[in-house]
Each structure stands twice: as C-alpha cells, then as structure tokens.
Nanobody, 132 residues
Framework: QLQLTESGGGLVQTGGSLRLSCVASVFARGSLPLNAVAWFRQAPGKEREEVSCIMPNGDITYYLETVKDRFTLSRGSAGNTVFLQMNSLKPEDTGVYYC??????????????????????WGQGTQVTVSS
C-alpha cells in the first residue's frame, strides 16, 4: 500500500526558499509514477487548499493563483519522489503542507482530482513557517 512522507519544511524569512519532498514508501515506490500527486496546504484557522498537482506524464494541471511563478512542482528522476520548490516565500504561505496521491489508471483519468476528497492517500504533513 502506498504511503507518503513529506519533508523539507521549516522556518524561513520572507523572500526565502524551501524545497518540499514527498517520498513514496519503500515497498510502493513503483506505484507513485502511476499516481497524480498534489500538494495541499492548510493555514491555522483556514480550510485546506490545493497548491499544485502533477499527472503521471509530468503535466502540471494546476497551480494556485497566488503561488504561480513562485512555486514549481516536479517529479524526481527515480519516480518515487515529487518535489515542490517554493521561492520568494511570503508569510501567507505559512501552513502545514501535505502531499496526496491518487491513481490515474483508466481511460478518462486525464486530469487531477478536482477536490481533496478525490485523493485517497495522504502524508502526515510538514510545517512551513515564513516570518515577516
């Protein structure tokens, strides 16, 4: 069964950068390339929002408007990791960042799930704090 682990969060000043990693469990690494993988974030007192999503073929189907041109989503060459490069960080980027995965195996699975409840596998999250 696929399990996801996030890492790379931390405390950074405004304008700084972080790179988050979402790594598949050892026994399920071959399956991550078959999944759409998304990053979500949740700030204190706010609802979880989707940041970006990448399809198995590498297509990025979504970037949150407020992170466009600052964040970049990519897959690692080994296929078992998805990265979120975050540049020019702002205090409003503060929150817990989660990665989520959902298989895209069938005809018609040609885009990322539209909502968070469309993803069945979630990591535990990594905290990102941007100080002003």
């Amino acid at each position: 069964q696929l399990q996801l682990t996030e890492s790379g969060g931390g405390l950074v000043q405004t304008g700084g950068s972080l790179r988050l990693s979402c790594v598949a469990s050892v026994f399920a690494r071959g399956s991550l390339p078959l999944n759409a993988v998304a990053w979500f974030r949740q700030a204190p007192g706010k609802e979880r929002e989707e940041v970006s999503c990448i399809m198995p073929n590498g297509d990025i189907t979504y970037y949150l408007e407020t992170v466009k041109d600052r964040f970049t989503l990519s897959r690692g060459s080994a296929g078992n990791t998805v990265f979120l490069q975050m540049n020019s960080l702002k205090p409003e980027d503060t929150g817990v960042y989660y990665c989520a995965a959902e298989p895209r195996l069938f005809k018609g699975d040609d885009s990322c799930p539209e909502r968070a409840d469309g993803f069945r596998t979630w990591g535990q999250g990594t905290q990102v704090t941007v100080s002003s």
